[in-house]
Nanobody, 126 residues
Framework: VQLQACGGGLVQTGGSLRLSCAAS????????MGWFRRAPGKEREFVAAISWSGTSTYYADSVKGRFTISRDNAKNTVHLQMNSLEPEDTAVYYC????????????????????WGEGTQVTVSS
């Protein structure tokens, strides 16, 4: 399984970015797709995840109400719409897949991902 993320960049505080990640290869049909991030000097942290059906989503408290995750199963893609960006959102963002038969997206928060993309840099200037 390969994941390719894009959409990162430099934006001012309060701005928006939309990240996208395309997956290729074979996975279980009811997988979870999601995003983690790693800020400079910090460990990688969970951002958001979405179930295969799209009916279950889960967000980190720090992004709730500002970020929206969505997916297009026909194109094997996951998106992260990021609004009201803050300097604290500056990080490398990684998309991932937790493979298996899942109903709730929360599983990605607890167990992490099985496959990862290379990451895309998001920088928010103050």
């Amino acid at each position: 399984v390969q994941l390719q993320a894009c959409g990162g960049g430099l934006v001012q505080t309060g701005g928006s970015l939309r990240l996208s990640c395309a997956a290729s290869g074979r996975t279980f049909s009811k997988n979870i797709m999601g995003w983690f991030r790693r800020a400079p000097g910090k460990e990688r942290e969970f951002v958001a995840a979405i179930s295969w059906s799209g009916t279950s989503t889960y967000y980190a408290d720090s992004v709730k109400g500002r970020f929206t995750i969505s997916r297009d199963n026909a194109k094997n893609t996951v998106h992260l719409q990021m609004n009201s960006l803050e300097p604290e959102d500056t990080a490398v963002y990684y998309c991932g897949i937790r493979d298996g038969d899942y109903v709730v997206a929360l599983s990605a928060y607890y167990y992490g991902m099985d496959y990862w993309g290379e990451g895309t840099q998001v920088t928010v200037s103050s």
